[in-house]
C-alpha cells in the first residue's frame, strides 16, 4: 500500500511524506480488502496511526527520530534538575517463584519476548523483554546486565547481531504481542 509513495526521496526532498498521505494511501488500500483477516496488518496500522496522530505537527509530519530522541533529553535534563528522591534501595528477588494461573497472566512474572544467541561470543546471550528493555549475559546466563535503563523506550521486541559489524546489536522497540509499551519508530 506504500508502493506510490517513495518515503526516502521524499525525505531529501522539501516536500517529505506527511501523516495523512499515509494514512489516505492505507485507507484506499484496504477498500477492496477485508479488513478482518486475521494477520492482515490492518490492525497494527491502526494502533500506529492510533498513537502517532497525537504527535503530527502543524505541517503535518510527524517527528523526526532526532526531533523524539531531543525532547526525550529535554524531558529528562528537566527532571533531573528537580529535586527527586534518590532510590538508595538494594532490592532481591524474594518471589513469586510459583504461577497462580489467573486466566491470561500472573501478577508478578515477566514476561520475555526474545533471547539471542551470539554465535561469534562465545557464553553471550542478549534477551528483550516488553517493558524490561535489553539484557545481555557474557556467562551463560548466569547474570545479565541492562543496557536501556537510560532509554526513552525499554519495550524490546526483537534483536539482531550484526556478525559483519562485531559489537553491533540492533533492537526492534516496542512490544509485539501485548502492546506494553510502544514503538519510538
Given at each position: 500500500?506504500?508502493e506510490?509513495?517513495d518515503?526516502?526521496?521524499?525525505a ?10 499515509v ?7 484496504w ?11 490492518y490492525?497494527?496500522f491502526?494502533?500506529?496511526e ?6 503530527v ?6 517527528p ?17 534538575s ?14 513469586p517463584f510459583?504461577h497462580t494461573?489467573?486466566?491470561?497472566w ?11 544467541k551470539d554465535?561469534?561470543?562465545a ?6 523483554a ?14 545479565w ?7 526513552p523506550q525499554?519495550?524490546?521486541?526483537g ?10 546489536i540492533?533492537i ?9 509499551s510502544a514503538s519510538?519508530?
Amino acid at each position: 500500500w506504500m508502493e506510490n509513495i517513495d518515503v526516502e526521496a521524499r525525505a531529501k526532498t522539501n516536500n517529505p511524506v506527511k501523516f495523512n498521505e499515509v494514512v489516505t494511501a492505507f485507507n484506499t488500500y484496504w477498500e477492496t480488502r477485508d479488513p478482518n483477516v486475521k494477520g492482515s496488518g490492518y490492525k497494527p496500522f491502526k494502533r500506529w496511526e492510533n498513537y502517532w496522530q497525537k504527535f503530527v505537527n502543524a505541517d503535518g509530519l510527524l517527528p523526526t527520530s532526532q526531533e523524539l530522541w531531543e525532547t526525550y533529553l529535554s524531558t529528562k535534563n528537566s527532571a533531573n534538575s528537580k529535586n527527586f528522591l534518590t532510590d538508595e534501595s538494594d532490592w532481591m528477588p524474594i518471589g513469586p517463584f510459583t504461577h497462580t494461573n489467573t486466566g491470561s497472566w500472573s501478577s508478578g512474572h515477566g514476561r520475555v519476548n526474545v533471547i539471542v544467541k551470539d554465535e561469534a561470543t562465545a557464553g553471550t546471550y542478549y534477551a528483550g523483554a516488553p517493558a524490561g528493555g535489553f539484557w545481555k549475559s557474557t556467562n551463560d546466563g548466569a547474570t545479565w546486565e541492562t543496557y536501556t535503563d537510560n532509554l526513552p523506550q525499554i519495550g524490546v521486541s526483537g534483536i539482531a547481531v550484526d556478525y559483519g559489524n562485531p559489537g553491533t546489536i540492533y533492537i526492534a522497540t516496542g512490544d509485539d504481542d501485548g502492546g506494553d509499551s510502544a514503538s519510538i519508530g
